[in-house]
């Protein structure tokens, strides 16, 4: 049974920085892409990271230079790693196999102004 357990969420205020971490069961890590989604309240769930299972990576334009995914293959867990945080990065964050077919339950992020 595959299972995506996401933990670091929480409150930060603005410019402060958070790591998400998403661990991973199952044995499908390293035939998987991964990729963090967000949901803001009112607005449908939207890719922000996504990373292969060769390293490669890319992001949606409103968090590139400030977040950066990676992933441990040894301990099948996928992280991002979020700076500069903004009031407008607030939302529940996602991680997902790519494709979406595995979804882990979620993880609150919120920025203060």
């Known amino acids: 049974q595959v299972r995506l357990v996401e933990s670091g969420g929480g409150l930060v205020q603005s410019g402060g920085s958070l790591r998400l971490s998403c661990a991973v069961s199952?044995?499908?890590?390293?035939?998987?892409?991964m990729a963090w989604y967000r949901q803001a309240p009112g607005k449908q769930r939207a890719l922000v990271a996504r990373?292969?299972?060769?390293?490669?990576?890319n992001y949606v334009d409103s968090v590139k230079g400030r977040f950066t995914i990676s992933r441990d293959n040894a301990n099948d867990t996928v992280y991002l790693q979020m700076n500069s945080l903004k009031p407008e990065d607030t939302a529940v964050y996602y991680c997902?196999?790519?494709?979406?077919?595995?979804w882990g339950q979620g993880t609150q992020v919120t920025v203060s102004s």
């Open positions: 990373i292969t299972s060769s390293g490669s990576t």
């Open positions: 997902a196999t790519e494709p979406p077919l595995h």
């Open positions: 199952g044995s499908i890590f390293s035939i998987f892409a």
